[in-house]
């Protein structure tokens, strides 16, 4: 790295580094080693309405967090940026995205449930991994 460019690699090694860190007020959904078979470390989750919900992989995988089925209204789809990847039937009413080793991503679709509610969720690449989501 020449001197002209080390400020701006600086800059990435900083910004990749603060990636993760979820906001303070988030609460953590997690799956760890062996989670394909153990299933997730929180199978209940408690979260606010609207979240911010984090989920955090630690296992040797990909997992996710995926609404067991329970679906955006089709009315809705098309404003939930994660439904591109579906067909207007059936996005996921909430999901994170499939996330490796050391990964953490945020779960969205929370502002879509009911406060009071429970709602089941389970891991897209391993469906045996199932946990359920308590709104507040
Ligand atoms: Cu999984």
Not at 19 to 42: D, E, H, K, S
């Amino acid at each position: 790295v020449s001197r002209r460019t080390a400020p701006l690699a600086g800059l990435i090694a900083a910004a990749l580094i603060l990636l993760p860190i979820a906001p303070a007020n988030a609460v953590v959904a997690a799956a760890t080693q062996g989670a394909a078979l153990t299933g997730y470390a929180t199978p209940v989750v408690v979260t606010a309405k609207g979240g911010p919900l984090m989920f955090v992989n630690t296992d040797s995988v990909p997992h996710d967090i995926t609404a067991d089925g329970l679906y955006v209204p089709k009315k809705l789809a098309r404003k939930q940026p994660w439904c591109v990847d579906y067909s207007r039937k059936t996005c996921p009413l909430f999901k994170s995205q499939l996330v490796g080793t050391a990964q953490t991503a945020e779960v969205e679709g929370l502002d879509l449930l009911k406060s009071g509610k429970q709602y089941p969720f389970f891991c897209s690449a391993h469906t045996g991994m199932k946990g359920t989501l308590v709104v507040q």
